[in-house]
């Protein structure tokens, strides 16, 4: 099934979305995106559905090929202080706040968002299997969180990052009980170490 291009007519949208909800350490990231009247890539689809490779691929031409786009994130420690929704909310706030370009309407995955800057916005479930500016700004948000997390295993090598991106693989909860959380984790998450 082809994504939609537009949700409204006559508006200039915004598509935002999160990734990192459910991981046990790393930020959470937000991206949105403006697309271009013509933006025209088949393979734009739910970050979840699209290996790392194809994702990778599509990342330069999203970039390229949209109006405008923004990537923010949010630290574990925010994450610990406001909460996992509050954070993920604020992280796409964040996002909005980058773009050069004044979205006319948010258009946003999931069922829960705050009011932002007296623009209107439309929560979307699964909106990023549904809408073309939501899964441009899940495959963005995804890559940088990705790339981060890689860079991240480097230091912390034992969590096997680089392949389970914080998410509470049997490896991860492993590591967890033998070496404990490290700055990275979010407290606030239910981390079995003891």
Same mark, same amino acid.
């Given at each position: 099934?082809?994504?939609?291009k537009?949700?409204?007519?006559?508006?200039?949208?915004?598509?935002?979305?999160?990734?990192?909800?459910?991981c046990?350490?790393?930020?959470?990231?937000?991206?949105?995106v403006?697309?271009?009247?013509?933006?025209?890539?088949?393979?734009? +689809?739910?970050?979840? /559905? @699209?290996?790392?490779?194809?994702? $990778?691929? =599509?990342?330069?031409?999203? !970039?390229? #090929?949209?109006?405008d786009?923004?990537?923010?994130?949010l630290?574990?420690?925010?994450?610990?202080r406001?909460?996992?929704?509050?954070?993920?909310?604020?992280?796409?706030h +964040?996002?909005l706040? /980058? @773009?050069?370009?004044?979205?006319? $309407?948010? =258009?946003?995955?999931g069922? !829960?968002? #705050?009011?932002?800057?007296?623009?209107p916005?439309?929560?979307?479930?699964?909106?990023?299997?549904?809408?073309?500016?939501?899964?441009?700004?899940?495959?963005?948000?995804? +890559?940088?969180r990705?790339? @981060?997390?890689?860079?991240l295993?480097?230091?912390?090598?034992?969590?096997g990052?680089?392949?389970?991106?914080?998410?509470?693989?049997?490896?991860?909860?492993?590591?967890?009980?033998e070496?404990?959380?490290?700055?990275?984790?979010?407290?606030?998450?239910?981390?079995?170490y003891?």
């Amino acid at each position: 099934m082809d994504l939609l291009k537009k949700w409204s007519v006559f508006y200039v949208e915004a598509g935002c979305d999160e990734v990192g909800r459910g991981c046990l350490c790393g930020p959470v990231v937000a991206a949105a995106v403006i697309l271009d009247e013509n933006f025209n890539q088949n393979l734009v +689809n739910d970050s979840k /559905k @699209l290996n790392f490779k194809t994702r $990778l691929s =599509l990342d330069q031409y999203i !970039k390229d #090929h949209v109006k405008d786009y923004a990537i923010a994130e949010l630290s574990p420690d925010f994450i610990d202080r406001h909460n996992i929704l509050n954070a993920s909310i604020h992280a796409m706030h +964040n996002a909005l706040d /980058k @773009l050069t370009i004044r979205p006319e $309407l948010i =258009l946003v995955d999931g069922n !829960k968002f #705050h009011p932002y800057n007296y623009i209107p916005h439309e929560c979307i479930v699964k909106g990023d299997s549904k809408l073309l500016s939501i899964a441009a700004a899940s495959i963005l948000a995804k +890559n940088y969180r990705d790339r @981060l997390m890689i860079e991240l295993h480097d230091e912390h090598p034992e969590y096997g990052w680089d392949t389970n991106f914080g998410y509470a693989t049997k490896k991860h909860q492993q590591a967890l009980i033998e070496f404990g959380p490290t700055k990275y984790h979010r407290q606030s998450f239910r981390l079995k170490y003891d």
